[in-house]
């Protein structure tokens, strides 16, 4: 009955019903108190932009100087363990490969680092020169002259530098000769009684450039010898190189090759599922 009066009112006659009125009232809304940004000027974005890339810069250099340290303490191992195999050295070539590509892949190591300049220099350093004592301990059967101290500041490391130090000794010692041929004053008819009287001196002299003549031939000797010796090292130079090339070209293209055995794998090993739980919807 309730419902049904709600639905269909009745309405008695002689009485009309009030009219309500509807009033619309304004709400506003009432948020927390706003505060006024003031805005950014650009000399402090600068600041803190400078800041930004002073704690980056910072970060690259610790982990450059971080990677140069782990090679060098890798460098310093195989310098430890020189010492002790110098006579496998002398007798293996094989142990003179493995050490020669350890290095070579620490020095790669060292090319790829970017910064530290000063650094990585000094490392590289200490690793060339292991590598010139690794090859002069393998030739330390070889003999050398004990009257020429000037050889260990000649430049090996490659040929053409090798041939115009040879061809600046050559010349030194040819500008020698001719220095000593021009020296000597002519002699005059007026100086022949001089020299009769003084023949003791004279002979003397003879002699002194008899000797010295003797010295620059055993010096030119010495040269051709010298450059023999050289023009053979630089050869084993140019061959140990070619191989390591050889052995780094393998090395690629092995890596090459694997790399494509792995891209195919994943697809391969992609499995069909089972009838049943295809029948199931999962």
């Given at each position: 009955m309730d419902r049904f009066a709600e639905r269909f009112p009745i309405q008695f006659f002689g009485h009309v019903p009030e009219k309500k009125k509807v009033v619309s009232i304004p709400v506003r809304f009432v948020g927390p108190e706003t505060t006024t940004v003031e805005a950014v000027s650009l000399e402090t974005r600068a600041s803190a932009a400078l800041k930004i890339q002073k704690v980056f810069r910072g970060h690259l250099v610790r982990k450059n100087v971080r990677t140069v340290r782990s090679i060098d303490a890798e460098i310093d191992g195989v310098a430890r363990v020189l010492p002790d195999s110098?006579?496998?050295?002398?007798?293996?070539?094989?142990?003179?490969?493995?050490?020669?590509?350890?290095l070579m892949r620490l020095l790669l190591k060292l090319d790829s680092v970017r910064g530290v300049r000063e650094y990585r220099r000094k490392v590289t350093r200490r690793a060339v020169s292991l590598q010139e004592k690794i090859d002069s301990t393998a030739s330390a059967g070889d003999p050398c002259p004990a009257?020429?101290?000037?050889?260990?500041?000649?430049?090996?490391?490659?040929?053409?530098?090798?041939?115009?130090?040879l061809e600046t000794e050559e010349a030194d010692v040819a500008a020698e000769e001719w220095m000593l041929v021009e020296s000597e004053p002519p002699t005059t008819a007026s100086e022949e009684p001089e020299m009769r009287e003084g023949g003791v001196g004279e002979e003397k002299e003879r002699a002194e450039?008899?000797?010295?003549?003797?010295?620059?031939?055993?010096?030119?000797?010495?040269?051709?010898?010298?450059?023999?010796?050289?023009?053979?090292?630089?050869?084993?130079?140019?061959?140990?190189?070619?191989?390591?090339?050889?052995?780094?070209?393998?090395?690629?293209?092995?890596?090459?090759?694997?790399?494509?055995?792995?891209?195919?794998?994943?697809?391969?090993?992609?499995?069909?599922?089972?009838?049943?739980?295809?029948?199931?919807?999962?």
């Open positions: 110098a006579d496998l050295l002398r007798s293996s070539e094989k142990e003179r490969l493995r050490l020669g590509e350890a009257d020429a101290p000037e050889t260990d500041a000649l430049d090996v490391s490659s040929p053409d530098g090798a041939a115009e130090t450039k008899g000797f010295g003549e003797m010295d620059l031939r055993a010096v030119m000797e010495w040269v051709v010898e010298e450059n023999a010796r050289l023009k053979e090292t630089v050869a084993e130079l140019s061959e140990k190189n070619a191989e390591q090339r050889m052995m780094l070209g393998a090395l690629t293209r092995r890596v090459e090759h694997l790399e494509r055995i792995a891209d195919r794998v994943p697809k391969k090993s992609k499995c069909k599922p089972c009838p049943a739980v295809q029948g199931l919807g999962l």
